[in-house]
């Protein structure tokens, strides 16, 4: 930030001192010092603000992480709370950043039926969620929000329930787990596999699209949002119907029925988690 703001306004004052070298000659004052601190940190903000992104992303590239666990560390400083605008829009960048990593937990606790190593997968990213989401909130509370207008003390309320819906992503992804490990003793059929990752797969849409809202909002990817949350809804209810009259019928084992309606509803509870998260973007605009 402080290289490309001296680079700019440095080139500029240059230009200026060749065409008025009697200015460049004059003397300073503390107070002109002053000024000139303050103006250059205003001008350079307003021309930076808009690659804020993309500034995370080459401070990324500089300093890359040398073990997984780093790169999954949130990139927040105290010195930006002096800028309340730039320090919440690191927030927003962090949020979608550990709504990342939710989407990987959807994914895990699908291959949960699948794949036996999921289950280390999904602890491991359960623990990173938890760890990554108190930062955040830590940081959150270091802001003074009288310096914030009306729409941005929104933004942050917004942006403390995001974290909240996220993480209650995070722990019924874990609660999938426990009923998965319940059943690893019961042979599951193909077909409720694949129910599992039907509507795993809406659930996982559900959040993602919500993501793509906050980061680009285009409330117009509300529709996709809603598309798949219907979708979520539609399956749970299916299968829930034809799960109960299969275990009336004596055609499905009751036991087995009760873990795998708990895990259907699960996925329905994430998918509404994920419309929440929406729903916050959609008021902002």
């Given at each position: 930030?402080?290289?490309?703001?001296?680079?700019?306004?440095?080139?500029?004052?240059?230009?200026?001192?060749?065409?008025?070298?009697?200015?460049?000659?004059?003397?300073?004052?503390?107070?002109?010092?002053?000024?000139f601190?303050?103006?250059?940190?205003?001008?350079?903000?307003?021309?930076?603000?808009?690659?804020?992104?993309?500034?995370?992303?080459?401070?990324?590239?500089i300093?890359?992480a040398?073990?997984?666990?780093s790169?999954?560390?949130?990139?927040?400083?105290?010195r930006?709370?002096?800028?309340?605008?730039?320090?919440?829009q690191?927030?927003?960048?962090?949020?979608?950043?550990?709504?990342?990593?939710?989407?990987?937990?959807?994914?895990?606790?699908?291959?949960?039926?699948?794949?036996?190593?999921?289950?280390?997968?999904?602890?491991?990213?359960?623990?990173?969620?938890k760890?990554?989401?108190?930062?955040?909130?830590?940081?959150?509370?270091?802001?003074?929000?009288?310096?914030?207008?009306?729409?941005?003390?929104?933004?942050?309320?917004?942006?403390?329930?995001?974290?909240?819906?996220?993480?209650?992503?995070?722990?019924?992804?874990?609660?999938?787990?426990?009923?998965?490990?319940?059943?690893?003793?019961?042979?599951?059929?193909?077909?409720?596999?694949?129910d599992?990752?039907?509507?795993?797969?809406h659930?996982?849409?559900?959040?993602k699209?919500a993501?793509?809202?906050?980061e680009?909002?285009?409330?117009?990817?509300?529709?996709?949002v809603?598309?798949?949350?219907?979708?979520?809804?539609?399956?749970?209810?299916?299968?829930?119907?034809?799960?109960?009259?299969?275990?009336?019928?004596?055609?499905?084992?009751i036991?087995?029925?009760?873990?795998?309606?708990?895990?259907?509803?699960?996925?329905?509870?994430?998918?509404?988690?994920?419309?929440?998260?929406?729903?916050?973007?959609?008021?902002?605009?």
């Amino acid at each position: 930030f402080n290289i490309i703001g001296s680079l700019i306004v440095g080139t500029v004052i240059w230009i200026y001192f060749a065409l008025n070298p009697a200015v460049a000659a004059s003397n300073v004052s503390g107070t002109s010092l002053a000024l000139f601190h303050t103006g250059f940190n205003i001008v350079t903000t307003v021309l930076l603000f808009p690659f804020a992104n993309l500034l995370v992303k080459i401070a990324k590239r500089i300093i890359p992480a040398h073990e997984e666990e780093s790169a999954r560390r949130p990139i927040l400083d105290d010195r930006l709370l002096e800028t309340p605008l730039i320090a919440l829009q690191t927030v927003f960048q962090e949020i979608l950043n550990l709504g990342s990593m939710a989407l990987e937990s959807i994914t895990y606790s699908r291959d949960l039926f699948f794949d036996e190593s999921a289950f280390e997968k999904l602890s491991k990213n359960k623990a990173k969620i938890k760890e990554y989401k108190n930062e955040i909130t830590n940081y959150l509370e270091k802001f003074d929000a009288s310096y914030l207008t009306p729409e941005q003390q929104l933004q942050m309320q917004h942006s403390i329930l995001a974290l909240n819906n996220i993480e209650r992503i995070s722990v019924y992804c874990s609660h999938i787990m426990d009923r998965a490990k319940d059943m690893l003793d019961i042979k599951i059929s193909e077909n409720e596999r694949e129910d599992i990752n039907t509507i795993s797969h809406h659930a996982y849409k559900t959040l993602k699209y919500a993501l793509r809202l906050r980061e680009e909002g285009d409330v117009e990817v509300f529709e996709k949002v809603e598309k798949h949350e219907d979708s979520v809804d539609a399956i749970e209810t299916d299968l829930r119907s034809r799960y109960m009259k299969r275990m009336l019928d004596n055609r499905q084992g009751i036991e087995n029925g009760i873990l795998f309606l708990d895990v259907i509803d699960y996925y329905e509870s994430i998918s509404d988690h994920a419309e929440r998260l929406a729903r916050y973007t959609l008021q902002e605009a």
